[in-house]
């Protein structure tokens, strides 16, 4: 095949057309999980992460290292859940909804971040949201107390 200016001219032109989609690909907010390497779960959050924009990482870590993490990190006992990732100095504890995290990150309040304890059912992640639990979306604070973010009823 031979290049001719014709065929590089419609190259550049195909870069220019994608490149503004690649970067919105790329461009979402950068967060870390730690996570359970075995749970099935955790996966699938973070799946609905990388759909929806985040520059996911992930980290494996079992039993007391994860639970000392979320301890060290601020999250109370009472709050944790199987997952944690951590988003522009933010902690995000369970199956937060990603519209929860992006208002997180746009109103900036002084917190630790953010918990849905347990594992709902029907939260991202854990099954069909058309059939979800009611749950709430924590907002942790920085001296270890809660207060809720946001409600999901049930579906």
């Known amino acids: 095949m031979t290049l001719t200016r014709r065929s590089m001219m419609t190259g ?4 220019a057309l994608a490149s503004p989609f690649a970067a919105m690909a790329q ?31 992930t980290e494996n870590s079992l039993g007391t290292a994860l639970f000392r993490h979320k301890l060290d990190k601020g999250i109370p006992q009472d709050v944790t859940s199987c997952h944690t990732g951590e ?29 849905v304890p347990g594992m709902p059912y029907g939260s991202p992640g854990m099954g069909p949201e058309a059939e979800r639990d009611a749950y709430d979306v924590l907002l942790i604070r920085k001296d270890g107390t809660t207060e809720v973010f946001a409600s999901y009823e049930a579906a």
């Open 12 to 15: 550049a032109a195909g870069l």
């Open 27 to 57: 461009s979402g907010p950068a967060i870390h999980v730690l996570k359970d390497p075995n749970c099935g779960c955790c996966t699938a959050w973070i799946e609905i992460l990388q759909r929806e924009g985040f520059a996911v990482t």
């Open 87 to 115: 988003v522009e100095g933010y902690m995000i504890e369970g199956h937060v909804p990603v519209p929860e995290i992006r208002r997180l990150l746009a109103e900036r309040p002084e917190a630790v971040g953010l918990a």
